[in-house]
């Protein structure tokens, strides 16, 4: 195997690696749930991802001697100009990444991938790509979902989509301080096992986890499931190195600042439009002596995102706070494996109890809370927690749910592609509000989304989740699905649009954690104000006045 | 008193209020221990600040016209051009600063002092600057010690200086959020005491905390005495606004956000560079039930900073980590009230037991760890504190000295302007560094120091304390004296040059949260390399191209 081959990517139509997908056979209720929720019937025969024969790849720009003064930096073998080389690094696996490719649209694929095997080569590219007018986009996991790694239609130079993923290696280990210092280029599983057999654990778990890489995360201002605890991405890196044409921007560890205007907190999130992220030192942590996730149900979901505040603020300082709307409870429910989970005998039972308190089910919110520390701690934060959820009518559930929800977190990505293929478009959007603002966010963004579904005549979905918690407020995100019609593409970005417009007119940011892109850099203005986007817009000018750093993202 | 007379400003000469100034005179092994300490004589006739009239002010280039422009704006009352006006508002409070008033060296004072009742009138002097090419200096409560505030001494334009005082006002507290929207110009005990009205803190304390502003701790990126627990403004400020000569940056209030380089991160530490801040939305806590501050002490520096690094790591999660070395704990101990903190008598018992133990006493060091929350939880965190002091050997000593420490912690600054009267002088520097660095950090820090006082053939006093913990590492905050000879200036320059030198080198940032200014920025490269720089300029010239925003500051 090469260096190069040795390199995982995800399929280039779908999320995750081949011969794995979603399916139903042990799902008995998933069915029936979702001919009620968007009115398919997955009885009927299915259709399926295109063959790759199909598409019509454009011709790479990447002439001879692009290739040579390439190959002449990385190696030959480093240098792949091949069709479906390019296709896998020209989209992330956003839902409209995934029709485009099975529609065959590909105005713009990179021209050619290379594989740098340290910064120096890096370096070399990007002076080169300097040198020659060439476009540049960092290619980490390909999990964005933003849009940040697609090339600009209509961009006549040469585009090299630069692949990190030779870069993989947790270099050092601080013991005495917790830092480690990591290749951006790591995949989640890759650099979590490193530190594991060492004893550390980075303690970041985005959905993505398992195609995504410490440099993307960097990039994108990533968040993960138990960033309660451990702090989104922002907290995590300390210090970064990333190569621009001219050199290295090299900040070192460091557990706090007060040197003028943040240059870390500028890099991160960059998508690549300041040059490349090569290497991080981040936080990392022992593993805990114990840890738990429990299950809690609410009477509502606004009685639960009250207790997840309350909660917040308490002492006990857990790793999890989540809490699903009656939709988002109901969906999972109706998800889980026939035999796993609470069994349904427990869960009629269980049911009976809650309506003879008076519960109406419909209503019912699941709550998953974490807990991690030494024994007598986790005790601890129990006792307070299991208070507040008294305090907020609720009741502990054991931990059976969290188990599961622990093991299947990682697969919900696989859905989309099982519904695309019956002719269903599936998505997530998500944003952050003060507390005080999210009952009403949450009640406009449903609206938002029922009005798009009613525009279109269609019957549609959309559920959500709390899924960060901060002293000041929270991340909502959403889960929405519809089937398509004549016109896909318009039809999502009528569903999509609404939803983001519904976050900014609601005191929400258009993304807690997805980053920007091209999918949300209409918004940019609404958020950060015409003024806040001025000020980004001069730094990316003056970093990148010729516009070969992944011009386009985030904003225009 | 008219609305500019409200504004209260500090001595011209020195820190804090008319009428207050340090004294020892209750303090009976204050000046023996100065006397070992850098061979001063207290003793002796003191000398005393200059007189107002011995100083040469440069004449105001502010003529008629200008004055005029600027009363259309704010009105004639608030257009201020005297002498003593002017003199306050060229320099902050830092030990040069001090020594360049009482030697009368005033190369350049602001031409003007506007008093802006809001942030129209702000936006109105800002667009009328930007037009006619004067210089802006935002002014909060001048106690910056980093030369942040200072005109460049050969600026050819009219420069005004902006006093924020006007603007104080809590404007809103969002009580579901546990977010108040506060004006920029508001000090420390104004805003304090507004919160604690309503039954609010905002537990941002920094020792310059009754003459500082929150417009300026957004600026230079402070830090408080409880930020271990509260954080520091970087995460307490969630949302903001700042006058820009285009119109208005406006950051909603937002827990978290993934919305690209952090617009929010670059506004902080800015110094004035970028605009002119005038509203912050911070987080605000309800007041603990319960707080109290916990003495120990431990056998050495390096037993507490492990200790510290231990606490930190804990579910203990205290609001305040710090411990002093053995020449700081003995200066704590020597300014003691002869009848305060612990008694003599019970002092010098205990110093028998610890020497039966085996302590060497002139290695103690002296810590305090802070606890707040329900009294069950306050219990519960000296419970896991008190089993690590004593796996690190240490030893509790009790609330007493923890309450001296909160009552005088304001009044250090004042020592300065009393040492300056005796011909010495005193200053403080810190830093942050990761855990594994902070003992050689201190060793190569004291030496360098030592170094500076032998080449001038002076005794010298350099003493430390650990102040704030991360999960990372540490802010070392040292505090230094000398007597000064025949070039105060030249001797300063050396031994702060010195201590800087020797953060860099090893492994840690120029100032933790003291901010840049003229002071440190010959560091900038060294601290953040010459690419990060070279962002960081790109971001001002394009924010600033005419360079009006307080030029000069953080980088050249």
């Known amino acids: 195997m090469t260096d190069v081959e040795s390199v995982k990517h995800m399929k280039w139509w779908g999320w995750g690696v081949e011969g794995v997908a979603f399916h139903h056979a042990d799902k008995p209720n998933f ?21 790759f024969g199909d598409l019509k790849v454009p011709r790479t720009k990447a002439l001879a001697p692009v290739r040579k003064a390439l190959a002449a930096v990385v190696g030959e073998e480093q240098v792949i100009v091949d069709d479906e080389a390019r296709v896998v690094h020209t989209y992330g696996k956003s839902i409209r990444d995934l029709m485009r490719i099975r529609a065959g649209i590909l105005p713009r694929v990179p021209d050619a991938v290379v594989y740098p095997a340290d910064e120096d080569e890096i370096a070399a590219v990007v002076a080169l790509a300097a040198k020659k007018g060439w476009v540049l986009i960092p290619f980490g996991g390909g999990s964005n979902i933003a849009g940040s790694l697609e090339p600009q239609p209509d961009e006549p130079r040469v585009i090299i989509s630069l692949d990190m993923g030779r870069l993989r290696l947790v270099l050092d280990i601080d013991e005495e301080s917790g830092l480690a210092r990591i290749q951006a280029g790591a995949q989640g599983p890759d650099l979590e096992a490193q530190l594991n057999d060492r004893g550390w654990t980075l303690g970041h778990f985005p959905d993505s986890f398992t195609h995504s890489t410490l440099g993307g995360w960097v990039a994108t201002r990533s ?39 943040s240059v870390r907190e500028m890099i991160i999130g960059s998508e690549g439009r300041l040059g490349v992220i090569t290497e991080v030192t981040v936080q990392v942590h022992r593993k805990p002596a114990q840890r738990e996730v429990q299950a809690y149900f609410f009477p509502t979901f606004s009685a639960g995102i009250k207790a997840m505040q309350a909660i917040n603020e308490s002492d ?101 592609d099982f519904l695309l293929d019956r002719g269903a478009a599936a998505d997530v959007s998500e944003t952050a509000a003060p507390w005080s603002k999210l009952q009403g966010l949450y009640d406009n963004v449903i609206a938002a989304a029922e009005g798009a579904y009613a525009s279109m005549g269609r019957k549609g979905w959309i559920m959500c989740h709390l899924s960060h918690s901060y002293h000041a407020g929270a991340c909502l995100y959403f889960t929405f699905a519809f089937v398509t019609g004549d016109d896909p593409f318009a039809e999502y970005q009528l569903v999509k649009s609404a939803i983001q417009q519904a976050f900014i007119d609601n005191d929400g940011t258009l993304s807690h954690h997805h980053a920007v892109g091209v999918e949300h850099s209409p918004w940019m203005e609404q958020d950060i104000s015409t003024e806040g986007v001025a000020l980004m817009r001069g730094l990316f000018e003056s970093a990148d006045p010729y516009r070969i750093l992944n011009p386009g993202k985030i904003i225009d």
Chains 1, 2 share one sequence.
């Not at 069915?31 to 063959?51: C, H, I, N, Y």
């Not at 989104?232 to 990333?242: E, F, P, S, Y």
């Open 31 to 51: 069915a029936p749930f979702v001919l009620k929720a968007v009115g398919l019937d997955l009885s009927k025969q299915a259709g399926s991802p295109p063959e």
């Open 223 to 261: 968040s993960g499931m138990q960033s309660d605890k451990y702090g989104d991405i922002a907290d995590i890196a300390r210090g970064l190195r990333m190569v621009r044409p001219e050199g290295v921007v090299v900040l070192r560890p460091l557990p706090s600042t007060s040197t003028g205007p």
């Open 316 to 416: 006990a300082k857990p790793s999890i706070t989540r809490v699903s709307d009656a939709r988002e409870s109901g969906f999972s429910l109706a998800t889980r494996k026939a035999s796993k989970g609470i069994s349904s005998v427990v869960t009629k039972g269980l049911m009976t109890v809650l309506e003879k308190r008076g519960w109406n089910l419909e209503e019912l919110a699941l709550s998953f809370i974490g807990f991690e520390g030494a024994p007598s701690h986790v005790a601890y934060q129990k006792r307070i927690v299991a208070k507040i959820v008294r305090q907020h009518g609720g009741l502990g559930v054991g931990t059976g749910p969290g188990a599961l929800y622990d093991q299947k977190k990682f697969d919900t990505p696989y859905i989309r």
